[in-house]
T-cell receptor
Framework: SQQGEEDPQALSIQEGENATMNCSYK?????LQWYRQNSGRGLVHLIL?????REKHSGRLRVTLDTSKKSSSLLITASRAADTASYFC???????????FGKGITLSVRP | EPEVTQTPSHQVTQMGQEVILRCVPI?????FYWYRQILGQKVEFLVS????????KSEIFDDQFSVERPDGSNFTLKIRSTKLEDSAMYFC???????????FGDGTRLSIL
């Protein structure tokens, strides 16, 4: 798999359910970030987790990072229709902090 | 909340023409980036810029591309002679400092005819 590869590629859930999205990467990282992109819009930063952190929370978001498995997960609890979007993980690996993105996960939350 | 602003939102240009995409970074941010996203594909890094010089560039960022910060505020991406395959969304991103998240603009949709 490529750096910042998410799964599943598409996820459809009912409003109120939890959504879990996974990301795997190949190289060592400084940090890993999750972004949301609504159709035709820019990338909105959701959460950043550093390589020495294992879990982080922000509102309804929970991110975990397992550097031994080179993987991360994003959990959105109590999903809402407004959470419908594409979600990307991006790894920051180098001195200049360029981000390497995965292909993204399309999340559809049915009202 | 401060935002990264990009103009224009949509640019249609004939192949071979020059285009300049503009970005106004968040005011206290020091690190600047351009990314592009071809329709249906992943977001790809083009170039990073710090202290008025390029700090890193990708293979995509060939001699047809250039960046500058001419007036200390706007951060521009120029494509000298556009090709059909340059059609994409171009995103500017800025970052305040080390281990800080990058903040993205809404992008410029570039369509080459």
């Amino acid at each position: 798999s490529q750096q910042g590869e998410e799964d599943p590629q598409a996820l459809s859930i009912q409003e109120g359910e939890n959504a879990t999205m996974n990301c795997s990467y190949k190289t060592s990282i400084n940090n890993l970030q999750w972004y949301r992109q609504n159709s035709g819009r820019g990338l909105v930063h959701l959460i950043l987790i550093r390589s020495n952190e294992r879990e982080k929370h922000s509102g309804r978001l929970r991110v975990t990072l397992d550097t031994s498995k080179k993987s991360s997960s994003l959990l959105i609890t109590a999903s809402r229709a407004a959470d419908t979007a594409s979600y990307f993980c991006a790894t920051d690996s180098g001195a200049n902090s360029k981000l390497t993105f995965g292909k993204g996960i399309t999340l559809s939350v049915r009202p | 909340e401060p935002e990264v602003t990009q103009t224009p939102s949509h640019q249609v240009t004939q192949m071979g023409q020059e285009v300049i995409l503009r970005c106004v970074p968040i005011s206290n941010h020091l690190y600047f980036y351009w990314y592009r996203q071809i329709l249906g594909q992943k977001v790809e890094f083009l170039v990073s810029f710090y202290n008025n010089e390029i700090s890193e560039k990708s293979e995509i960022f060939d001699d047809q591309f250039s960046v500058e910060r001419p007036d200390g505020s706007n951060f521009t991406l120029k494509i000298r002679s556009t090709k059909l395959e340059d059609s994409a969304m171009y995103f500017c991103a800025t970052r305040q400092g080390a281990a800080q998240p990058q903040h993205f603009g809404d992008g410029t949709r570039l369509s080459i005819l």
